[in-house]
Nanobody, 124 residues
Framework: HVQLQASGGGLVQAGGSLRLSCAAS????????MAWFRQAPGKEREFVAA????????YYADSVKGRFTISRDNARNTVYLQMNSLKPEDTAVYYC?????????????????WGQGTLVTVSS
């Protein structure tokens, strides 16, 4: 059973940066394709970014492309989301997710495991 622990959220002013981390346990990390999703108050969960097993392939939502960077460290069993030039509309609970089968998918229901979420608040 895979466990995911997300951290790094907080309050930041618009234009600022945050780095989220998600530590995985319970399975060989390099066998998991990883992703970040977010859910803003009153809105549906949406795809943010994904990374393949080796970290070579990355995928982004148009709304974060050029501002966010997803990466992974298989030696540390951790996936990261570097968020720069943050905007108030980035305010949401951010969740990491893991898939044992496919990489780069944007449909949340196809992911096998989910972390508990970490809150990011961007003030204007």
């Amino acid at each position: 059973h895979v466990q995911l622990q997300a951290s790094g959220g907080g309050l930041v002013q618009a234009g600022g940066s945050l780095r989220l981390s998600c530590a995985a346990s319970g399975r060989t990390f390099s066998s998991l394709a990883m992703a970040w999703f977010r859910q803003a108050p009153g809105k549906e969960r949406e795809f943010v970014a994904a990374v393949g097993w080796s970290g070579g392939n990355t995928y982004y939502a148009d709304s974060v492309k050029g501002r966010f960077t997803i990466s992974r460290d298989n030696a540390r069993n951790t996936v990261y989301l570097q968020m720069n030039s943050l905007k108030p509309e980035d305010t949401a609970v951010y969740y990491c997710a893991a898939s044992t089968t496919v990489a780069g998918i944007r449909a949340g229901h196809l992911y096998d495991y989910w972390g508990q979420g970490t809150l990011v608040t961007v003030s204007s």
